[in-house]
T-cell receptor
């Protein structure tokens, strides 16, 4: 149980284009979903927290107009990187939480490469 | 600033040996102390976790030791295997929301 999937697993795009990454909780309803970014050989940094049906809460230094997060249902959250640039190339990981547990359940990650 | 520091940054252990990774934190509000394992190109997976009212927890080959007064906790991997080669993160949290990942430790277990 508690499986989280991400799609796509990797994506390459041109600079200036937008990319959408999906995060799904497959076997449970996720009240809250989180988006993290991980640069090579570095730790995971929380970008934003989203509750179903509400606006996302962004961490300090994360541009909310650049990283659009939608959490329209209890099983799906999307992260759209708008006007992507090479410096946005990173590993994006989502996690999901459901009431009654302490842990967040992490997805397998999406590798974004912006050329 | 980095609130959660791990040591060592990297570790090489022979098969069958004991791997020990330490985590030091500053925020006394943390109330749950997990360790995650991450393989290259994959998301992190929960390995083992401990609550602050317990000083030690063991699950199979993995043990967490927790020292509340020193604000430190450690991961011990007994009988380390090549399949344990991965990056390990401590990730103390406040409730379920505020997870702060440590700096990471890359473990390599050699045959």
């Amino acid at each position: 149980g508690a499986v989280v999937s991400q799609h796509p697993s990797w994506v390459i795009c041109k600079s200036g284009t937008s990319v959408k990454i999906e995060c799904r909780s497959l076997d449970f309803q996720a009240t809250t979903m989180f988006w993290y970014r991980q640069f090579p050989k570095q730790s995971l940094m929380l970008m934003a927290t989203s509750n179903e049906g509400s606006k996302a809460t962004y961490e300090q230094g994360v541009e909310k107009d650049k990283f659009l997060i939608n959490h329209a249902s209890l099983t799906l959250s999307t992260l759209t990187v708008t006007s992507a640039h090479p410096e946005d190339s990173s590993f994006y990981i989502c996690s999901a939480w459901t009431p009654g547990v302490n842990e967040q359940f992490f997805g397998p990650g999406t590798r974004l490469t912006v050329l | 600033q980095q609130q959660v520091k791990q040591s060592p940054q990297s570790l090489i252990v022979q098969k069958g040996g004991i791997s020990i990774i330490n985590c030091a934190y500053e925020n006394t509000a943390f109330d749950y102390f997990p360790w995650y394992q991450q393989f290259p190109g994959k998301g992190p997976a929960l390995l083992i976790a401990i609550r602050p009212d317990v000083s030690e927890k063991k699950e199979g080959r993995f043990t967490i030791s927790f020292n509340k007064s020193a604000k430190q906790f450690s991961l011990h991997i007994m009988d380390s295997q090549p399949g344990d080669s991965a990056t390990y993160f401590c990730a103390p949290q406040i409730g379920y929301q505020k997870v702060t990942f440590g700096t990471g430790t890359k473990l390599q277990v050699i045959p």
